[in-house]
């Protein structure tokens, strides 16, 4: 799988967009973008994914550049529910496993 | 839609006893479960990738006789910890995806606390 690059930590204001990059120039062309998070001591819940286009749920937005070797997730209003570490992950092609890295903690502060 | 179940969530054992974490895919069919392992204040560790059917496959450096895996149904993959001991004390996670396609997210368990005293 290409490896992902996330910044260890950052903070937001409570109501603020949180905007958190990922780093994946190494991606190749059948990859998808996974998105989790985990708050302490669950497992980690999913929240998108993508392959080229920009998506949107109810959770997030996920904006992948054209070249497709960076992404940035986009939680519009941030809430203190929103603290815990977020994971960005690529996976797809022949090899669909889902690697963790050390991902992103997210503070939401009041 | 796409839960998975884990059971259990905390469990204390004995040093020599084994364990086994049951991971039920509860409203789908996943031909693939993975098995993962989570020390303190550190990332999910892949520990091997279990398909229905047939053998599962290890991570480098994950001991496969001491971490029986089965996964003998599309909705059940289990996790038997032989002969624990304190190391082996940690949050294990399983995941699954649905069969068919990677457009669909891979779902996680809410994760088993291993204590080995």
């Known amino acids: 799988d290409a490896k992902t690059t996330q910044p260890p930590s950052m903070d937001c204001a409570e109501g603020r967009a949180a905007n958190l990059p990922c780093n994946h120039s190494?991606?190749?062309?059948?990859?998808?973008v996974y998105w989790y998070r985990q708050i302490h001591s669950q497992g980690p819940q999913y929240i998108i994914h993508?392959?080229?286009n920009n998506e949107t749920n109810e959770m997030a937005s996920l904006i992948i550049t054209e070249d497709r070797k960076s992404s940035t997730l986009i939680l519009p209003h941030a809430t203190l529910r929103d603290t815990a570490v977020y994971y960005c992950?690529?996976?797809?092609?022949?090899?669909?496993?889902?690697?963790f890295g050390k991902g992103t903690l997210l503070t939401v502060n009041p | 839609g796409a839960v998975v179940s884990q059971h259990p969530s905390w469990v204390i054992c004995k040093s020599g006893t084994s364990v086994k974490i049951e991971c039920r895919s509860l409203?789908?069919?996943?031909?693939?479960m993975f098995w993962y392992r989570q020390f303190p204040k550190q990332s999910l560790m892949l520990m091997a990738t279990?398909?229905?059917?047939?053998?599962?496959?290890?991570e480098q450096g994950v001991e496969k006789d001491k971490f029986l895996i089965n996964h003998a149904s599309l909705t059940l993959s289990t996790l038997t910890v032989t002969s624990a001991h304190p190391e082996d004390s940690s949050f294990y996670i399983c995941s699954a995806r649905r069969t068919g396609s990677l457009n669909y997210g891979y779902t996680f368990g809410s994760g088993t606390r291993l204590t080995v005293v």
């Open positions: 992950i690529v996976t797809g092609g022949s090899n669909y496993k889902l690697t």
């Open positions: 190494t991606i190749s062309g059948n990859e998808y």
């Open positions: 409203d789908f069919q996943a031909t693939t």
């Open positions: 993508g392959l080229k």
């Open positions: 279990s398909n229905e059917g047939s053998k599962a496959t290890y």
